[in-house]
């Protein structure tokens, strides 16, 4: 199971921390990893991490604003958001499954993503 927690509503250049609590797998051997979708757009993947791996990646809209971490004593990975814009906006899930590497670079497919928590709404105003 995944539960996401810490969706809101703030002012652009505000920030917001996104938790993502899970269960019933190991919690090392997964990627986690956070998509978003806005109203009218397509599903985009926001960050994903492999704390077995030590690996994380960022999608080059949010790449030094967010940050991903993970506690492994309590299988809770955290999303920090900063310096928020209103292009922001969006529900966020949480996903767990399989990650990759292509030429050297960790991700996380959608495509592996076996679990889906229900997402938490940021709302982001200018």
């Known amino acids: 199971q995944l539960q996401a927690s810490g969706g809101g509503l703030v002012q652009a250049g505000g920030s917001l921390r996104l938790s993502c609590a899970t269960s019933?797998?190991?919690?090392?051997?997964?990627?986690i990893a956070w998509f978003r979708q806005a109203p009218g757009k397509e599903r985009e993947g926001v960050s994903c991490i492999s704390s077995g791996e030590g690996a994380t990646d960022y999608a080059d809209s949010v790449k030094g604003r967010f940050f991903i971490s993970s506690d492994d004593a309590t299988g809770t990975v955290y999303l920090q958001m900063n310096n928020l814009k209103p292009e922001d906006t969006a529900v966020y899930y949480c996903?767990?499954?399989?990650?990759?590497?292509?030429?050297?670079?960790?991700?996380?497919?959608?495509?592996?993503?076996?679990?889906w928590g229900k997402g938490t709404l940021v709302t982001v105003s200018s």
């Open positions: 996903t767990a499954g399989g990650f990759s590497y292509s030429r050297g670079r960790f991700y996380c497919p959608a495509s592996g993503m076996n679990y």
């Open positions: 019933g797998f190991t919690f090392v051997e997964y990627g």
